[in-house]
Structures are given as structure tokens and as C-alpha cells.
């Protein structure tokens, strides 16, 4: 039982470069999220995506963009890295919006920015 | 808009005994869920436990259990008979029961578990 997978689990990158973060889940979640997380700032949401075809921006969405590629796929892209983007990203799912099951997290992504 | 604070970046407990995590948190919604999630140093978030705000008993999983104050927007984790395996780091969040996708989470509260 996979639950969600991200990859990969760790990457540098130098500024500008561009990066794509993937993350598949096989729930058949209808919801699905991408966090950052940084010491002391918690997790901050930067997009989502309620169900396949839509997508929407959370608390931090500047310098990235997603797709959600079908229902079990939603990517995270950074265009032109930039060292602020240094974090760890999770991606997240939930089975459906109006429901008190919790989100299902991925096992996380460290990126550094150089 | 939403909030949620943990007002605690850091607790201790001795390993056997119990602790509790203070979560606040500021909404004018009458319908939400609240969660609280363990984050290890594998950084797998996992759920500890959850509550409906229309439920008024209080929510208990094994050796955690919340206190809920929906009058005083408080939602706090208790953890008894603390064991090792439960350092962590441990976030509360709020979801708003319908109509919006969104999690809000706290800063976290890191725990530590003393032998």
C-alpha cells in the first residue's frame, strides 16, 4: 500500500534552474496539495487541487506553478529556482473536500537551492 | 481568515508520564474539523487524531486524547504513558467542514521524550 510518493526525496539545484516535483497517489483521493515547510513557519500551503482538472492557489504560490495530470498525479514546478525556495515539499491527499478524513501525506522532498 | 497557534515550539516529558500540547486556534466558521499530526524525524506526517466541532466528546485514540473548548477555541493533545517512540513533532490543524479544501496548520511544537 504505497499511499503517497514523491520524487525524488532530495535535490540541489543551482539558482535558476528549473525543477519539476512529482507526487502520485493511489487512494483514489479526489484532493490533493502541495506544502512547504520551513523551521519555525509550519507547513504553508502553495497549491491545491480539489479535484482532477482544477487547481488553486494557497497561502505562498509565487515561484511555482502545478498540474494535475490526472487524478492520481498532481505536479509542482519551479520555473527559476531561487535560494528562498530552500525547503522541504510535501505532498498531500484527501479523499474528498467535505469529509473529516484527514489528509495523506507524502514522505517529503528536500530541496536546496544554491 | 483562519488561524491556528501552538504557543509551545518545545516540550519535554519525562518517558512514562504525561504531556499536554496547548493548540489555539481563531475562526468564525460553527462547522470545522481539527487534527493533530505526528511528525517524526523520518518526516512522515502522520495523523494522531481527529475532531468534529459539532461533536462535544472529546476525541481519544489509545494513550492521546484532546481536550476540545469550542467556546475558548482550544484544542489541546494529551499523551499519556509518553514512550520513546513518541518524540516528535506535533502539528495541529483546522479545516473548515465544507466548501473549502484548505488545511491551516500550526508552527508545531517539537517533544521530547527523556528516559
Known amino acids: 500500500n504505497a499511499g503517497v510518493t514523491q520524487t525524488p526525496k532530495f535535490q540541489v539545484l543551482k539558482t535558476g534552474q528549473s525543477m519539476t516535483l512529482q507526487c502520485a497517489q493511489d487512494?483514489?483521493?479526489?484532493?490533493m496539495y502541495w506544502y512547504r515547510q520551513d523551521p519555525g513557519m509550519g507547513l504553508r500551503l502553495i497549491y491545491y487541487?480539489?479535484?482532477?482538472?482544477?487547481?488553486d492557489k494557497g497561502e505562498v504560490p509565487n515561484g511555482y506553478n502545478v498540474s494535475r495530470l490526472n487524478k492520481r498525479e498532481f505536479s509542482l514546478r519551479l520555473e527559476s529556482a531561487a535560494p528562498s525556495q530552500t525547503s522541504v515539499y510535501f505532498c498531500?491527499?484527501?479523499?474528498?473536500?467535505?469529509?473529516?478524513?484527514?489528509?495523506?501525506f507524502g514522505d517529503g522532498t528536500r530541496l536546496s537551492i544554491l | 481568515a483562519q488561524t491556528v497557534t501552538q504557543s509551545q515550539p518545545e516540550m519535554s516529558v519525562q518517558e512514562a508520564e504525561t504531556v499536554t500540547l496547548s493548540c489555539t486556534y481563531d475562526?468564525?466558521?460553527?462547522?470545522?474539523?481539527l487534527f493533530w499530526y505526528k511528525q517524526p524525524p523520518s518526516r512522515q506526517m502522520i495523523l494522531v487524531i481527529r475532531?468534529?466541532?459539532?461533536?462535544?466528546q472529546n476525541a481519544t485514540e489509545n494513550r492521546f486524547s484532546v481536550n476540545f473548548q469550542k467556546a475558548a477555541k482550544s484544542f489541546s493533545l494529551k499523551i499519556s504513558d509518553s514512550q520513546l517512540g513518541d518524540a516528535a513533532m506535533y502539528f495541529c490543524?483546522?479545516?473548515?467542514?465544507?466548501?473549502?479544501?484548505?488545511?491551516?496548520f500550526g508552527t508545531g511544537t517539537r517533544l521530547k521524550v527523556l528516559a
Open positions: 475562526t468564525s466558521e460553527s462547522d470545522y474539523y
Open positions: 487512494m483514489n483521493h479526489n484532493s
Open positions: 475532531q468534529e466541532a459539532y461533536k462535544q
Open positions: 487541487s480539489a479535484s482532477e482538472g482544477t487547481t
Open positions: 498531500a491527499s484527501s479523499e474528498r473536500p467535505a469529509s473529516n478524513q484527514p489528509q495523506h
Open positions: 490543524a483546522y479545516r473548515h467542514f465544507s466548501g473549502t479544501y484548505k488545511y491551516i
